[in-house]
């Protein structure tokens, strides 16, 4: 049996026209059986179980992109809480850190997790990553769910950069995110190229990643010249190292393409 999410039985593209920096409707590639807005509209076909991603409080399941470890900077405490050690900054995030890409390589799931960010901070939840050698960031391959302290960081000014939003690419409505210090919590569905952002018990991104209207969208972006961006509607899952001090726990996910 084919799970998928029980409100979308078809997934027909939408004609759409847009710009990367500008304010996108959230649910601008969404199908109309596709507008629950709040968690408890929500029901999820199929029975597979959750996967804890930081089972045993250990990173097994993780590795630094492009490397077959994890960076040492990434750590867990006592508690089971994952974090980064912005300790030693380099140039480019931290050193020891690197962006933390899952071992396995998903199709159509759920995932959940709560962050919490460090004052004026930045990072990233990416997915559907496509790990070569032809490209060294996850971010060349994977899109990204935005996560920012929308209070102070820079990228607070372009409404396509703030918590929850498709990076550079749909502006997430409601703008729901907690302060600094505060966990949030956040959903990822992916299924058959459909996919939704949710935060804090809200939906606030959907989109279909394929077709014209997508091929457009990358178009109007920032990802333009980067020929492998957004090919893939399915892949591995990165924590961003953006050199600021972030926090996750709760990390499990779920497949729904279970036979």
């Not at 759409?16 to 968690?39: H, I, K, N, V, Y």
């Not at 508690?79 to 300790?87: A, K, P, S």
């Amino acid at each position: 049996m084919h799970y998928r999410l029980l409100t979308l039985l078809s997934l027909p593209l939408l004609l759409l026209s847009c710009g990367g920096t500008d304010s996108t409707r959230a649910d601008s590639m969404a199908t109309p059986e596709a507008q629950s807005t709040t968690e408890e509209d929500v029901v999820l076909e199929g029975d597979g179980e959750w996967t804890d991603l930081l089972a045993g409080g250990t990173l097994d399941a993780w590795h630094k992109y492009g490397e077959d470890a994890p960076g040492p900077a990434w750590k867990i405490d006592e508690d089971g809480v994952l974090y980064l050690d912005t300790t030693n900054k380099g140039e480019h995030g931290v050193e020891g850190g690197g962006d933390l890409v899952t071992d396995e390589s998903y199709d159509d799931y759920e995932l959940e997790l709560e962050w919490k960010i460090g004052a004026c901070g930045n990072s990233g939840l990416i997915y559907n990553i496509v790990e070569s050698e032809d490209n060294s960031y996850p971010w060349q391959t994977g899109p990204e769910m935005q996560i920012l302290d929308n209070s102070c960081h820079p990228d607070a000014k372009i409404t396509t950069h703030r918590s929850g939003d498709l990076y550079d690419m749909i502006t997430g409505e409601p703008e729901n995110v907690k302060p600094a210090g505060e966990w949030n919590k956040i959903r990822l569905v992916v299924t058959d190229g459909y996919v939704e952002h949710w935060q804090n018990g809200e939906k606030v991104v959907s989109y279909t990643a394929e077709g014209e209207p997508w091929e457009a969208m990358i178009a109007e972006s920032k990802f333009k010249d980067m020929p492998d961006f957004g090919k893939s509607t399915s892949g591995k899952i990165a924590l961003q190292d953006h050199g600021d001090p972030v926090w996750f726990r709760n990390i499990r996910i779920r497949d729904l393409d279970a036979k």
